[in-house]
């Protein structure tokens, strides 16, 4: 089971932690790993910690070599996190894992998980550890899960797809610049 992430998101991680440990007691083969950090306030948390990686080729290549059957991705339920992107998901996939991802209430990153077909949603303590059972027990399950995410990834995440979306992004952007805009072009004078 891998979760990655820097040592301040602890806090998430403990959404997932107590369903995670309960199934590590059930299963003694069940691996934590915690990928993207060397602290000791990992201690007794996961069974396993891999440094951070600078780099995008570098983080896939260090994700793929954890091998993780289950990826983790929990949330707390704040304002920040609702602006956070679905990239978790997105990298699990890719590395060939089923994720578990955090449901909040009301519009949230990983609404783009389609429950029970490219992912598994968890809204509750028991959520998590029903569903890091189910994954642990079940190699076809972890299998199809992860293979229509990783198919979905690459269809619905293509250069081709999104270029539109960004560029209509980023024009919306150039003409709602605020404050900061004013305070660019008097810096430039």
């Excluded at 983790?72 to 704040?78: I, R, S």
Aim: glycine share 8%.
């Amino acid at each position: 089971v891998v979760y990655h992430g820097a040592p301040v998101r602890l806090r998430d991680y403990e959404l997932a932690r107590p369903g995670v440990d309960a199934v590590a007691g059930e299963i003694p083969t069940l691996r934590r790993v915690w990928l993207g950090a060397d602290s000791a306030r990992l201690a007794g948390v996961v069974d396993e910690v891999r440094p951070w990686v600078g780099g995008l080729p570098e983080f896939a290549a260090s994700l793929v070599a954890a091998r993780p059957d289950i990826g983790l991705a929990p949330l707390q339920d704040t304002t920040y996190n609702r602006a956070r992107s679905e990239l978790h998901w997105l990298e699990y996939s890719l590395a060939g894992a089923p994720t578990i991802v955090s449901g909040m209430n009301g519009p949230a990153p990983y609404d783009v998980v389609h429950d029970g077909v490219d992912g598994l949603v968890a809204h509750s303590p028991g959520d998590w550890a029903r569903h890091v059972r189910a994954l642990a027990a079940s190699p076809d399950l972890r299998s199809e899960l992860s293979a229509r995410a990783r198919a979905r990834v690459l269809s619905d995440y293509s250069l081709v797809k999104r270029a539109p979306e960004w560029a209509e992004a980023y024009l919306w952007a150039a003409e709602h610049a605020g404050p900061a805009r004013g305070r660019a072009a008097a810096a430039q004078k």
